[in-house]
């Protein structure tokens, strides 16, 4: 394969790059199908309220979480990941966004909204926990599935998901101790954690969670990749197999969207205010962070692919991890919980946004010279690249040459 050297945007026939403007009917009018999954899932649980009973039962949420993320594991260049990790500037920035801006931003939000203490917003003891309870759970999941939809660098958005997940095992109860016990009380919020004298959060919990959304889909993607190219090389497997299984993205995430609301239907038609009112601060967090962290990304001169997957792992959040342990510590009635439920009824459509909004950055900004974190070539081929076309089955005929960045 020859080199080919070009300026970057969205004329590029880079897999990291693609055209914005090529999208599929399904991908055109996704939002349509988000919104319309929403509305189904919110009907289903109204009308028959113990069809939760049944989800919950055979776990049909897991299950959709964890093929929605399979497609984007196998689309994955393994042999990328040693370079991801050498990339220490993308790294440490991907640590600060979320491990310190993150937290504190969900924490401020929190106060703002359900501390009682900013007029002319009450008291919600229970929904301040639950923003807490997101906001120190780092996102394992739905991000690979944003991200793929964005065009960003498959290889980034699993490493830096895996990177973050080490931290969250060890981290996650002394985050969620420091913030909701701690630092409330410090500052003189005694009555937001009044009664609360621990957090029985243990490192088995959060690796559970961890090896259960992010273990099993990182496993089929690794067995699916080296089994394909080994049996039928790099060319087929890019080709054939991805187009092929990309489309269970988003069938599963329309699956996921529709389960996930039917649990929660008939509390979403019974306590819509709250719904509202959860999920005004929960859209700021997501947007601000993403727009923070697209702009941190940019401004260490990533290219668009790494600033992308800088982006959205930064801006989700493990609403899995979040869920559980507010059912586990409250019990599953409890403002705490129903606050973290309310989490990804928010986050899906608010990221979906997202994605067409760094979509837009992809075209708007010129990207000439933008290359830190770029992977060159494997093997003579770079990995399929997922984006808004090709999640639904879409080729790219270029993404058979490799990138160099001569600007």
């Not at 009450?122 to 301040?128: I, L, T």
């Not at 243990?202 to 959304?213: H, L």
């Not at 790494?306 to 507010?326: D, K, Q, R």
Request: overall charge negative; proline content about 5%.
């Amino acid at each position: 394969m020859s080199s080919i050297d070009h300026e970057h945007g969205p004329d590029c026939g880079c897999p990291d790059c693609g055209d914005p403007r090529q999208m599929s009917f399904l991908d055109k009018y996704l939002t349509v199908w988000i919104f319309g999954a929403m509305a189904i899932g919110v009907g289903l649980g109204f009308v028959a309220p113990g069809l939760a009973e049944t989800i919950e039962r055979y776990y049909l949420v897991e299950i959709g979480l964890i093929l929605m993320m399979y497609p984007p594991l196998a689309k994955v260049n393994y042999g990328q990941l040693p370079r991801v990790f050498s990339q220490w500037r993308v790294l440490s920035l991907s640590l600060i966004q979320n491990w310190l801006i993150g937290p504190t931003l969900m924490f401020i939000l929190a106060v703002i909204f359900f501390s009682g203490l900013v007029p002319p917003f009450p008291a919600h003891p229970e929904y301040f926990l639950g923003l807490i309870f997101i906001g120190m759970a780092r996102c394992i999941a739905m991000v690979l599935v944003w991200n793929d939809l964005a065009e960003g660098s498959s290889e980034y958005a699993a490493g830096l998901v895996a990177f973050n997940s080490i931290f969250q095992i060890v981290t996650y109860g002394v985050y969620i101790a420091f913030f909701a016990l701690y630092l409330p009380q410090l500052l003189g919020m005694d009555a937001l954690v009044a009664g609360i004298d621990a957090f029985d959060i243990t490192i088995t919990q959060v690796f559970w969670a961890i090896a259960i959304f992010l273990g099993i889909p990182f496993a089929g993607g690794i067995l699916t990749r080296v089994g394909g190219v080994r049996a039928k090389g790099e060319e087929w497997y890019a080709e054939e197999l991805i187009p092929k299984i990309s489309p269970v993205t988003l069938i599963a995430l329309l699956f996921t969207v529709i389960v996930m609301f039917a649990t929660q239907g008939d509390r979403i038609v019974a306590q819509p205010t709250d719904v509202i009112w959860i999920a005004v601060p929960l859209t700021i967090y997501f947007v601000v962070m993403f727009l923070v962290s697209f702009g941190m990304g940019r401004g260490i001169g990533a290219d668009y692919s790494t600033t992308t997957a800088i982006g959205f792992t930064a801006a989700s959040n493990n609403f899995e991890l979040a869920i559980a342990v507010a059912v586990a510590v409250f019990g599953v009635g409890s403002g705490v919980a129903f606050a973290t439920v309310v989490g990804p009824l928010i986050e899906v459509p608010v990221l979906l946004a997202l994605v067409h909004v760094a979509v837009y950055f992809q075209e708007k900004f010129d990207w000439a010279g933008y290359d830190t974190g770029t992977l060159a070539a494997v093997g003579g081929v770079d990995d399929p690249g997922g984006g808004m076309s090709d999640a639904v089955g879409e080729g790219d005929d270029a993404a058979t040459e490799p990138r160099t960045h001569d600007d």
